[in-house]
């Protein structure tokens, strides 16, 4: 019997250095241990540069057709309003539910509220499929498409389905790869944690972030293809490209440890990139040590008094009803909607049901700077009522702009203004990024990575300057980085793979 040997900061040091080569690699060679009935498919295409797999997307969103018309909401097939609380349901009783939820925030700028809710207590599993080919970790993603997507077709993990989905509650098809994941025990998993969605869109929802390694020859499907990590990193830049689910996932991968400086030593790098690539080794420092910075979050989490239930969704205030929808009298934050879909190449080719769609695009945004030569970004202890914990880390600024045009300065997001104003040469990611689009109608945020001088922005209550292997450290747990910030994180980390900005 073999012993494991010791990880190097929770995480095994063989991984992490497969990890930077996949990052540091985009050729797209077919891999000499693929099968050679599968050299000319898509999958394996002899390219090297990510432009081929933006033109396998556009094929994909040929063959992937999608039809999605708005209806209305007591129009929708296999839904139903309950006549006691008006809540939303499906009538099999799985998937989700439309419901309210009343909040009480004694400590917040709006003491309390109420509003409606996607309630999914059901945990799904987010999981992306890896195997080694020549040498080089690569990754199994999915163009799919969502009737949510701004765009149709995006890059999404090789499972991304509710329990509901893979419990064939829809009597559809069985979901491709699943059992890689269903019995992951049989494979070497590089990832495996319970995160969190949305916490003002949903309550308390989770999903299953997982990366399974696997050895054996894998059957390749249409609508699939293989990727280093490098050419992911490429297509983060492009707009409405790589879905949030795959963001998520990629943000919990093992990216940082101790002696991976030199495999990114690249010449010609900026100080930023220098900052960055030092600030993924644990080594390096930080300005405030694990111990604080776990203290610093159990605190909030202690005194943040907010308070959130589910009520009946006619119960809400300040929400109407009308043309078939629910939205706010004073048309900012979302509604809810219906839609009817019709797919090509889905488990089920025609479904009706509700959405969520924000009004206007968000700005989610990292101000990020050197302290000691170390990188380090600005997080904020968020609390949101549908997290299951109240508080969890966000990026510096996490909002939708439009909704707070009507407040006073002073009430708005704190650095907002600094990062919508940051000169261009300080932007370092800048990239217009889909939300989740199975649940969400054409959710869309602007994620930015802003430059700044540390010594120049005070830590003021709630902010913290972490760097990057600590947040590395605390992604390896459920409920202590939100999904906005794991989707930034990988961006951040994406920065690594490219000499200078990407913009």
């Known amino acids: 019997m073999n012993l494991v040997a010791p990880d190097v900061g929770g995480r095994s040091a063989p991984v992490q250095a497969r990890l930077a080569a996949s990052a540091l690699s985009r050729s797209h060679r077919r891999p000499s241990g ?59 009783g799985g998937f989700f539910s439309v419901e309210g939820m009343a909040v009480e925030a004694a400590d917040g700028p709006v003491g309390s509220w109420s509003q409606p809710i996607i309630h999914q207590p059901e945990v799904g599993i987010l999981g992306i499929l890896a195997k080694e080919f020549d040498g080089v970790l690569r990754f199994l993603l999915q163009a799919k498409a969502e009737p949510g997507n701004h765009n149709g077709v995006q890059l999404s993990p090789t499972v991304q389905a509710t329990r509901s989905n893979y419990m064939r509650v829809h009597r559809g098809r069985p979901v491709p790869y699943l059992d890689y994941f269903r019995h992951a025990s049989r494979h070497r998993v590089l990832v495996d944690v319970r995160q969190s969605e949305q916490g003002s869109w949903f309550f308390r929802k989770r999903n299953r972030n997982m990366v399974v390694e696997v050895t054996e020859e894998v059957e390749m499907r249409d609508g699939f293809r293989w990727l280093t990590l490098g050419e992911i990193h490429a297509l983060l830049a492009r707009d409405d490209t790589v879905n949030m689910d795959t963001r998520t996932v990629l943000g919990c991968l093992p990216v940082t440890g101790t002696d991976l400086t030199p495999m990114f030593d690249v010449p010609g790098s900026d100080r930023f990139r220098t ?23 159990t605190e909030a989490r202690t005194v943040t008094g907010i308070r959130a239930r589910l009520v009946p969704l006619d119960e809400v205030e300040g929400w109407r009803r009308t043309a078939g929808r629910i939205h706010h009298r004073s048309g900012r934050f979302f509604e809810v909607i219906g839609v009817r879909v019709q797919a090509a190449g889905r488990e089920v080719e025609r479904w009706d049901q509700p959405m969520i769609r924000p009004v206007g695009t968000g700005v989610i945004a990292f101000l990020a700077g050197s302290i000691g030569g170390v990188l380090h970004v600005l997080a904020r202890a968020s609390a949101q009522p549908g997290y299951a914990d109240v508080i969890e880390l966000a990026p510096t600024v996490q909002c939708t702009p439009g909704n707070h045009e009507h407040l006073p300065a002073a009430a708005r997001p704190r650095f907002l203004e600094e990062v919508l104003g940051a000169d261009e040469e300080r932007i370092r990611f800048d990239a217009v990024l889909s939300e989740e689009g199975g649940r969400f109608f054409h959710a869309r945020n602007r994620y930015v990575i802003v430059e700044v001088d540390p010594d120049a922005v005070a830590e003021p209550p709630g902010f913290r300057w972490l760097a990057p292997h600590q947040l590395g450290e605390l992604v390896r747990h459920g409920h202590y980085l939100n999904i ?10 994406s920065l690594k793979s490219t000499a200078g900005s990407v913009k």
């Open 484 to 493: 906005e910030a794991r989707s930034l994180l990988a961006c951040l980390h």
């Open 275 to 297: 900052a960055l690539v030092r600030s993924c080794d644990p080594a390096a420092g930080a300005l405030h040590d694990a111990t604080g910075v776990l203290s610093w979050i």
């Open 34 to 92: 693929a099968p050679a009935a599968a050299a000319g498919r898509a999958a394996h295409g002899a390219h090297t540069e990510p432009d081929v797999s933006v033109r396998w997307l556009a094929r994909s969103a040929g063959r992937l057709r999608m039809a999605v018309d708005r209806v209305a909401l007591d129009d929708l097939g296999g839904w139903s309003r309950d006549a006691t609380t008006g809540n939303l349901g499906h009538r099999s």
